[in-house]
């Protein structure tokens, strides 16, 4: 709230209760269960910025740092009059505003609601096109998905995603370039792709190949060889494509079957023992007599620690634990998601 008080109004209040309406309850009804503890809530109610601002609001998001992994629900009805049953009333306008609502969120175009007229607005009787902007906002100049658009009772509702990390993105992008055109192509397409913040730190990653599930090559680094995510994911992603010495090398046929992973690494720490590992939140990293094996955590058929340092010794050929050394870390695992 500190951050968004110099630019937008901003009037905060926390506590440990609230009363909830319909368009905070309907989306986190369906995130509950949740998986371990829940997550923190900020509830945030864009009605009183002008147009404008809620789409700011979206491109401030979009740049804000925060070490914290997070996401944004916009919630929101569209038009209340697109039939002539609507609780609202009907108006003819209700469904043409509905419309461009959809085609805004499925071609990632802000100004095609920017430029709505305020006549226009009032008369579809809608309460989610500010929502909407911070959606688009936050997601300008990435790939968005209409999931769907539907209108019972009158009311409209549509259903959109946007990724909010492009690591995956940049992978594939360098990929279907370096496969069809050679490496060093596939190189200069990683500096056309476009700067979001987070590629612009310095960090270490793996980039994982699966064909149909099975994998199909997988490179990186536990400590960082670039000057930036982006340039790390570039070379881990045509080494796991071409140089994985487990595979031969990925073809550009293939790649429509592959599917892609970025695992961002935290800087390794030293352990002393075992039960400093849990092999869920943990990679391990064993080194002995010149030689290293990595693992990566939360990995199927992985479920001990004892076993995840045997695979890691095993794959560099350590024979025996007796005075290796032992490191954990964490990484940020991001998969491509289906937008199909």
């Known amino acids: 709230a500190k951050a968004l008080a110099d630019s937008f109004p901003v009037s905060a209040h926390s506590g440990k209760s609230a009363v909830l309406d319909h368009g905070s309850l309907v989306p986190l009804s369906y995130l509950a269960p949740w998986e371990g503890e829940p997550p923190r809530l900020v509830l945030a109610n864009p009605i009183g910025l002008t147009l404008q601002q809620a789409f700011d609001l979206g491109q401030f998001l979009a740049e804000y740092e925060d070490p914290s992994r997070w996401g944004l629900i916009a919630s929101g009805d569209l038009s209340h009059r697109v039939t002539p049953d609507a609780p609202a009333g009907y108006s003819p306008l209700g469904a043409s505003f509905d419309q461009k609502i959809a085609e805004a969120l499925r071609e990632n175009d802000p100004f095609l609601l920017l430029s709505l007229d305020e006549g226009e607005i009032a008369e579809a009787g809608e309460c989610g096109l500010r929502s909407a ?24 509702y549509a259903t959109a995603f946007a ?24 190189e200069e ?103 290293r094996g990595v693992l990566l955590p939360d990995l199927e058929g992985v479920d001990t620690a004892e076993e995840q340092v045997s695979i890691a010794a095993r794959k560099a050929g350590i024979a025996s634990l007796e005075g290796a050394s032992l490191s954990r870390f964490t990484v940020t695992r991001v998969k491509e998601v289906s937008l199909s």
């Open 133 to 156: 902007l911070v959606f688009l906002g936050l997601g300008e100049g990435r790939k968005t998905v209409l999931f769907s658009y539907e209108a019972p009772f009158g009311v409209g």
């Open 189 to 291: 397409a990683a500096l056309r792709f476009p700067d979001y913040p987070e590629l612009r730190p310095k960090a270490a990653c793996f980039v994982t190949l699966k064909k149909r599930g099975d994998l199909r090559g997988c490179i990186g680094t536990i400590l960082p060889q670039q000057e930036t995510l982006r340039d790390e994911i570039t070379a881990n992603a045509i080494a796991a494509a071409l140089e994985d010495p487990r595979f031969p090398p990925v073809t550009e046929r293939e790649l429509k079957d592959i599917s892609i992973s970025v695992d961002i690494l935290s800087v390794p720490e030293n352990i002393d023992t075992l039960s400093s590992l849990n092999p869920e939140r943990y990679g391990v990293i064993v080194e002995k007599g010149g030689r």
């Open 163 to 186: 990724s909010l990390s492009s690591c995956p993105g940049l992978a594939r992008n360098v990929l279907e370039t370096a496969l069809a055109a050679g490496r060093k192509a596939g």
